[in-house]
């Protein structure tokens, strides 16, 4: 099946500094990720969807100028998380759909990263 | 607008019993329904899908899920659950609107498996 791999998997970081997030499609091309944050025992809430070569969207009350997200190729996403706060402390996960394979409906994960802010 | 509910934040069964993790939706239309797993630490694992066809789907792990249209519901079981069940259990409705398939997901249901 479809793999995605994100980068880091764990993070700490001082507050105020910012913190760069990988998402990659391994073994089939993306046109399209999504940003996921999630709260400990919480479900998962989008934060935006990110399309390659052009302005991710984002969701309704989620600061697209302090979440950055660039898609810059077919395989990479990246969510830049800038001047950092320990209330941003959180799972982050991205996911993609393979367009190849054998159902749009269906959602490939990332591993998701830990970040923590002191 | 579409939505999943679950009804219970956690299961606990005992090893080799069997288990259900439970679902409603609300959707229009025919609906598309997903279950996924999440380890500790770990992002969401595809468990099982149903689209259309035969109401008993079966997934990974040995896990099967029941589609019910009078009842609106999509739970999951297992006929003997094992300790290494033990995990977050999302069940998740893509919005099929515009073609963007993003799923919403039901709040979770942490499933503990007692050896």
């Known amino acids: 099946g479809a793999v995605v791999s994100q980068h880091p998997s764990w993070v700490i970081c001082k507050s105020g500094t910012s913190v760069k997030i990988e998402c990659r499609s391994l073994?089939?091309?993306?046109?399209?990720m999504f940003w996921y944050r999630q709260f400990p025992k919480q479900s998962l809430m989008l934060m935006a969807t990110?399309?390659?070569?052009?302005?991710?969207?984002?969701e309704q009350g989620v600061e697209k100028d302090k979440f950055l997200i660039n898609h810059a190729s077919l395989t990479l996403s990246t969510l830049t998380v800038t001047s950092a706060h320990p209330e941003d402390s959180s799972f982050y996960i991205c996911?993609?759909?393979?367009?190849?394979?054998?159902?749009?409906?269906?959602?490939?994960f990332g591993p998701g990263t830990r970040l923590t802010v002191l | 607008a579409q939505s999943v509910a679950q009804p219970e934040d956690q299961v606990n069964v005992a090893e080799g019993n069997p288990l259900t993790v439970k679902c409603t939706y609300s959707?229009?239309?025919?609906?598309?329904l997903f279950w996924y797993v999440q380890y500790p630490n770990r992002g969401l694992q595809f468990l099982l899908k149903?689209?259309?066809?035969?109401?008993l789907v079966k997934g990974s792990y040995g896990f099967e899920a029941e589609f019910n249209k009078s009842q609106t519901s999509f739970h999951l079981k297992k006929p003997s659950a094992l300790v290494s069940d033990s995990a977050l259990y999302f069940c998740?409705?893509?919005?099929?609107?515009?073609?963007?398939?993003?799923?919403?997901f039901g709040r979770g249901t942490s499933l503990i498996v007692h050896p």
């Open positions: 996911s993609a759909r393979d367009p190849g394979g054998g159902s749009v409906y269906t959602q490939y």
């Open positions: 073994d089939f091309q993306a046109t399209t």
């Open positions: 990110s399309n390659e070569g052009s302005k991710a969207t984002y």
């Open positions: 959707v229009s239309g025919n609906p598309y």
């Open positions: 149903y689209i259309t066809g035969d109401n």
């Open positions: 998740a409705v893509p919005d099929l609107s515009g073609g963007s398939y993003i799923p919403t």
